[in-house]
Structure formats: structure tokens, C-alpha cells
């Protein structure tokens, strides 16, 4: 009796296993089929997936070249520009450690943080404008602002001639001002702010968070990242300007840029703005590969832990995390945003099933990474989809990373698994 039923166990344990294998290779094969279709449209040359559940990194596949001309594979530990999800992955993420530390509360305006934000910028809370819930204008182009009437640039912003105060490169005939970043301001502070309190998106406080982080605690923000965050989970390709660590073989090229730096932007932030930063702003600037990137968002999961690292309170995370002006139709949370309100397969860009205490956010050129602390999953979609140029769309008319996002919840919850065969006459 013993042995019929230890044959029996052995039986039923290789069929679960088998079944689960064939699950497995049944989401790679529709994933493949997403991806392959999406390439042959020219949506982007390449990407990386990656999808963690609990401890267990389940998918990371590389798909893909750099570039269209196919001199290049992409590699799983590829670094990507992040673009936007550097918002929640940079940005939100040093005012979620400045929160902890009762630097600010959410209700302060933001006037009595930041040197020289007057009238109704200054007005505005930490809440509302985290929460794109503030008016603020959606974004300035820095670069052509800069511009005199006839073309040519203003004193004290960008010349054609390196030197002393214009030493930083923003390609090799441009040059930046050292103090460049005063203008960014005064532009900010000098936008329209709309009457109107509803959702509109805006990346303007994020070119503050730098000078915030620096004023309130006289260290620079990178290396506030860095320490807090960064060096604790060891995620070394998780940084700002990646070309002074990592070589560009190692980082895939954005757009070939026919209107400002007229080059190839490689290992460059592909982000106007936030070159104009040098590199590092709080709204766009960041690159990583899948698997750093992921670890981060671990710890959002993990309550704010990543091994014997205590890194943020469960508390914080929540609160982050949570929309704040739901009522108002706008789903965000602070600098997270979360799935729309009612969801619509031509407008979301993540799955149907992602709960709605799931948070992540996009990136313009074509990045996500996403939470779900219901089903402990993390969704993370990188990608060049603005190579060779920003005006393909496809990767949005084809739907490919909700797409994709859904094929996982749908292999989570079991649906590519055939049911094992029934265990019968166990006595």
C-alpha cells in the first residue's frame, strides 16, 4: 500500500511539473509572438522583459537589436534610458525618503521649499502637484525657449564653443552654460498655472527635486539616491549620465535627434529637459537593465525591504502609492501613477487584470514598470521604441506592453495549464 501510493505521488508530482512546463512554454511562445509581430511592424528594434513574482524572477528574455540595421542583439542585462519611469524611480522616490524624515508634509506649499517660486506656483502643495493635480503647464522645451528671435541662442544658455562656463556637452557642437539650471527655473516659475484644480500632467516640479533634495539636505541628490536607495540593493546600472560607468555597447541608442542636438543620442538622455539638467533631474535622466530596476521595485513590494535593508515604512509606500483625487476623475498617486479609473484597452497601458492598488509609471521612450502587490507581481518593459525618431507610434496602436502584462496575469492564473489527469484507486 505504502509503495502504491509513493508511485502514485511520484506520478501526480512529474504531471503538476510537466503541466507547468508546458504552461511556461506556452506564455513564452505567445510573448514571442507579441514581440516578433511588434519588431517586424518597426514598433522598436528590440526590447527586455522581465516579470518577478515574489522572490522568483519567472521571465527575462531579450528580444531584438539596438537598431534596425541588426549589428547588435539586445541582452537581458542591456541598460535602457527609462525616461518618465524615472519619475517614480528617481524623483518621487527621494520625496518619499524626505516625507520619512519630516522634511515636508504633503499639504505644505511648495513656495516656502524652493528659493524664489512665488505668486500661484509657489501657492501649490506638495499633494496636488505630485499628484498632477496642481494646474501646472504640462512641460517647457528648454532648448528653443533659449532661442532669441533670430535662431540664435541666448547669452548664458548654449554656445557652439566649449569653455569655462560652457563645459557641459550636449553634443559635440553644443555646450551648456554651467548655469543653465537658473533659467529652467525662472521659465518654470514664470509658466501658466491653470485655475482649474483637475488632472493634468506635468513634469515642471520634477526639475526641482535636485535643488530641493540639496537645500533641505546639503547632499546632492544622485548621491542621495545612491545612499538611500541604489548602493543598499546593489543596483549598479541604475544611474544617471551611464557612459561615465558603462560603455555604449552595453547601452541602447534613443533617437537620431533632427532638431536640437542634430546626432544619435547614445548613452545621452534622450529627454530635452533633462539634458539641460546635465543629465540628472528628477523628471527623466535615469538608466538601468531590467533586473536593477526590478530590484527596486522589490522593495515596494517587500514593505519597503530588500534583504536586511530597511529602505522605506510600509506606510510610506502606501500612501505613495494610493490615488489621492480619485473623486476628482484622477487616478494618481503621488508621482506613482495607477490604472485608469475605468479601464479602456485603447487608452491603458497595462493589463486588464492589474488590480487597482497596482502602481508603476511609463516612459516616453517606450519603458514601464509595474506593481501589483494583489498578485506580488512586477512588470517591467524595456525599450527604444523612439529609435530612429519619437513619431512612431506603433507601439501604442498595437497595444504590445498591455498586451504583453496580460499574457502574464493570464499564465499566473493558470490559464495555459491543461488539467493533470485523475489520480484514481488510491486505495
Known amino acids: 500500500m505504502h509503495k502504491l501510493r509513493h508511485t502514485l505521488f511520484i506520478l501526480f508530482f512529474s504531471a503538476t511539473v510537466l503541466v507547468k512546463g508546458q504552461a511556461y512554454e506556452l506564455l513564452h511562445h505567445k510573448v514571442d509572438s507579441v514581440v516578433s509581430s511588434a519588431i517586424q511592424s518597426e514598433a522598436f528594434p528590440g526590447c527586455v522583459i522581465y516579470a518577478a513574482k515574489g522572490d522568483s524572477v519567472f521571465f527575462l528574455s531579450s528580444y531584438g537589436h539596438h537598431t534596425y540595421d541588426s549589428l547588435r542583439r539586445v541582452a537581458v542585462n542591456d541598460i535602457y534610458d527609462l525616461a518618465s519611469v524615472t519619475k517614480v524611480a528617481g524623483g518621487t522616490l527621494a520625496m518619499m525618503k524626505l516625507y520619512e524624515e519630516g522634511f515636508y508634509n504633503l499639504d505644505d506649499p511648495i513656495g516656502a521649499f524652493v528659493d524664489g517660486l512665488r505668486n500661484n506656483i509657489g501657492e501649490l502643495t506638495f499633494r496636488e502637484i505630485l499628484s498632477h493635480q496642481a494646474g501646472l503647464y504640462p512641460w517647457i522645451p528648454y532648448y528653443d525657449e533659449s532661442k532669441k528671435k533670430n535662431g540664435k541662442y541666448r547669452s548664458k544658455s548654449i554656445s557652439d564653443i566649449n569653455g569655462s562656463d560652457y563645459n557641459f556637452p550636449l553634443s559635440d557642437s553644443l555646450f551648456l552654460h554651467k548655469d543653465f539650471y537658473l533659467k529652467i527655473k525662472k521659465m518654470i516659475r514664470k509658466s501658466e498655472v491653470s485655475k482649474q484644480k483637475s488632472y493634468r500632467y506635468s513634469g515642471l516640479f520634477f526639475y526641482l527635486i535636485p535643488e530641493l533634495v540639496k537645500s533641505l539636505t546639503d547632499t546632492s541628490y544622485q548621491d542621495y539616491l545612491d545612499y538611500h536607495f541604489y548602493n543598499p540593493i546593489r543596483a549598479e546600472t541604475l544611474t544617471f549620465n551611464p557612459l561615465d560607468k558603462f560603455g555604449k555597447n552595453r547601452i541602447a541608442p534613443t533617437e537620431i535627434d533632427t532638431f536640437f542636438r542634430m546626432k544619435s543620442i547614445h548613452g545621452r538622455v534622450h529627454d530635452e529637459g533633462a539634458i539641460m539638467m546635465k543629465g540628472i533631474s528628477g523628471n527623466a535622466g535615469l538608466f538601468s537593465n531590467a533586473e536593477d530596476l526590478g530590484k527596486l521595485f522589490k522593495v515596494f513590494l517587500q514593505d519597503g525591504r530588500y534583504d536586511s535593508a530597511h529602505l522605506l515604512n510600509p506606510s510610506t509606500i502606501q ?94 492564473d493558470g490559464q495555459y495549464s491543461q488539467k493533470t489527469y485523475p489520480v484514481e484507486n488510491t486505495k
Open 319 to 412: 500612501l505613495f502609492t494610493s490615488s489621492q483625487y480619485p473623486n476628482n476623475g484622477n487616478r494618481r498617486g503621488l508621482g506613482f501613477d495607477k490604472p485608469l479609473l475605468k479601464y479602456d484597452s485603447i487608452r491603458s497601458s497595462v493589463a486588464k487584470s492589474a488590480s487597482f492598488k497596482s502602481y508603476g509609471h511609463t516612459g516616453y521612450t517606450g519603458t514601464i514598470a509595474w506593481a501589483d502587490p494583489e498578485s506580488d507581481l512586477i512588470f517591467i518593459f524595456l525599450t527604444n521604441r523612439v529609435y530612429p525618431s519619437r513619431t512612431n507610434r506603433a507601439l501604442y496602436d498595437l497595444n504590445v506592453r498591455p498586451s504583453i502584462h496580460q499574457l502574464i496575469y493570464n499564465y499566473l
